[in-house]
């Protein structure tokens, strides 16, 4: 079975604190990404990385950035976390597009982090 | 207007009731993800379908390329079914998702 870990379940900061967020995936996966969810709103793309030291911006980048040294583990950085990051946010992975199984591209998803920046 | 539309956002049934669960999506698409999140965030893989139908147990998948959409179906639902179930499509030829807002089933004993 696929496992993809985060740090925290659970996590509170303050304003203009530097934020990491670390998600770990066991499965060799060559893509990893980064959502945040709020209610009324789904699940939105912040970055996501298709290999070892690179990364694509997703549609909600701006406050964030990212970090992949290594095929297993891919970061989050908040450079100077505001109130409104406080959101839960996900990890999840995948095997790289293409090949002749659709299950390729099937996302496991992290427990997800609730973090609440006051 | 969102990409992929749910509907609907809330549902309410007894134990034992027929639950469908729409999916409308306006973009071209290679793949469609059905979720499953309960209470505390994890989420979990449903079914990922491009055609036809899928079951799995009590709950059933169905998609209609032509039409854009899709539904999920469970059968002789359960309490243990109350969680928040969500569409995504995968937009070829990449990986990305595109997340449908979400609909929250309560299923009452």
């Known amino acids: 079975d696929v496992k993809v870990t985060q740090s925290s379940r659970y996590l509170v900061k303050r304003t203009g604190e530097k934020v990491f967020l670390e998600c770990v995936q066991d499965?060799?996966?060559?893509?990893m990404f980064w959502y945040r969810q709020d209610p009324g709103l789904g699940l939105r793309l912040i970055y996501f990385?298709?290999?070892?030291?690179?990364?694509e911006k997703g549609d909600i980048p701006e406050g964030y950035s990212v970090s992949r040294e290594k095929k297993e583990r891919f970061s989050l950085i908040l450079e100077s976390a505001s109130t409104n990051q406080t959101s839960m946010y996900l990890c999840?992975?995948?095997?790289?597009?293409?090949?002749?199984?659709?299950?390729?591209?099937?996302?496991?998803f992290g427990p997800g982090t609730r973090l609440t920046v006051l | 207007k969102n990409e992929v539309e749910q509907s609907p956002q809330n549902l309410t049934a007894q134990e034992g009731e027929f639950i469908t669960i729409n999916c409308s999506y306006s973009?071209?698409?290679?793949?469609l993800h059905w979720l499953q999140q309960h209470p505390g965030g994890g989420i979990v893989s449903l079914f990922m379908?491009?055609?036809g139908k899928k079951k799995h147990g009590r709950l059933i998948a169905t998609i209609n390329i032509q039409e854009k959409h899709s539904s999920l179906h469970i059968t002789a639902s359960h309490p243990r079914d109350s969680a928040v179930y969500i569409c995504?499509?995968?937009?070829?030829?990449?990986?990305?998702?595109?997340f449908g807002e979400g609909t929250q089933l309560t299923v009452n004993p």
């Open positions: 999840a992975s995948s095997l790289r597009t293409g090949g002749i199984s659709r299950k390729n591209n099937e996302q496991f």
């Open positions: 499965m060799d996966h060559e893509n």
């Open positions: 990385s298709y290999d070892v030291k690179m990364k």
């Open positions: 973009v071209g698409i290679s793949a």
């Open positions: 379908l491009s055609s």
């Open positions: 995504a499509v995968f937009r070829s030829p990449l990986s990305r998702l595109t």
